[in-house]
């Protein structure tokens, strides 16, 4: 499956709340780095379902935020950006402070081309 979108300013929440569950994150296999402590947002062109995947953090093992809302994190892995092979997953949270059309993607460093207003393509596993 591919999502193609237009990459947009975000908040910059979620780097600060990864340094704070960075060795929770790493129990399941997100190590940050060579993950990049912050997320690339992304409108999507069509409206993207989150598939299930098992990579799914439950709120009591997060932050505060997480077990105030009952928050969970879902990690979508990616298999390319743009044609290029690169470790990356979207992340969705049981919360969504963003519309639908918009997704956060967290990529290994940072994206290189990651520039607002660049058009992107993502690959994930089907």
């Known amino acids: 499956m591919k999502l193609s979108g237009t990459i947009i ?9 990864f ?3 960075r ?3 790493r129990k399941y296999g997100l ?3 060579p993950l990049y402590f912050d997320t ?5 062109i069509e409206y993207f379902k989150t598939p299930y995947y ?3 953090n439950p709120h009591h093992e997060l932050d505060e935020i997480s077990r105030k809302n009952n928050e969970y994190w879902q990690f979508i892995p990616i298999v390319r950006i743009n044609d290029k092979n690169i470790i990356g997953y979207i992340l969705r949270t049981s919360i969504n402070i963003h519309v639908e059309k918009v997704i956060e993607l967290v990529t290994e460093n940072n994206y290189e081309q990651a520039k607002l207003g660049n058009l992107i393509e993502i ?4």
């Open 40 to 44: 690339i947002n992304i409108q999507i």
């Open 123 to 126: 690959e994930i596993y089907d």
């Open 54 to 56: 098992d990579i799914i």
């Open 19 to 21: 340094k704070t569950t």
């Open 23 to 25: 060795e929770v994150l």
């Open 9 to 17: 300013n975000g908040n910059n929440a979620a780097a600060g709340r």
């Open 31 to 33: 190590s940050f780095p």
